[in-house]
């Protein structure tokens, strides 16, 4: 399916506490590598795929609670690259970013959470990824 066919709902996942018309904007810190800027906002139509972004932005911060949003992009929106045909053949992931803000709809709480064990291992595989200076997430 391409970007132009989704129609959604959509979600974003991420440590921050924002109400029902918030926009998310272009131009932010990273969830994942705050001294970088990002020039799109990232999204998916898989509800728990917000919600991995979500627990991975607090593990990475150290601190925080998850949300998860279901949002509204306000213009185009494009595949994610950094996913799309680079690591996976199509768009199973069903990501996607826009350099157009995001409004948020509401807060959904019925995302599945990481297992603790799930928790453990991915907390390890970030260590790693950031000793070894890996890239995260672009």
Same mark, same amino acid.
């Given at each position: 399916?391409?970007?132009? #066919? ?8 991420? %440590?921050?506490?924002?109400? /029902? ?8 810190? $990273? &969830?994942? *590598?705050?001294? +970088?800027?990002?020039?799109? +906002? ?5 509800? #728990? ?8 932005? +607090? ?20 595949? #994610? ?7 996976? /053949?199509?768009? /199973?992931?069903? $990501?996607?970013?826009? $350099?157009?803000?995001? %409004?948020?709809? %509401?807060?959904?709480? #019925?995302?599945? *959470? ?10 390890? *595989?970030?260590?790693?990824? %950031? ?6 997430? &672009?």
């Amino acid at each position: 399916m391409a970007a132009e #066919d989704e129609t959604g709902p959509f979600f974003h996942g991420t %440590r921050a506490a924002l109400r /029902p018309g918030d926009l998310l904007v272009a131009g932010r810190p $990273s &969830n994942y *590598r705050p001294e +970088v800027v990002m020039n799109h +906002v990232y999204f998916t139509a898989l509800r #728990d795929g917000g919600g991995l972004a979500a627990e991975l932005a +607090v593990l990475l911060a150290g601190a925080g609670e998850p949300h998860v949003y279901e949002v509204e992009p306000t213009g185009p929106f494009e595949d #994610d690259p950094n996913v799309t045909d680079k690591k996976f /053949p199509g768009n /199973p992931t069903r $990501s996607y970013r826009t $350099s157009a803000p995001l %409004r948020i709809v %509401r807060e959904v709480d #019925d995302w599945t *959470r990481l297992t603790p064990e799930a928790v453990t291992l991915w907390r390890e *595989r970030l260590t790693t990824m %950031r000793d070894g200076r890996a890239e995260i997430i &672009n």
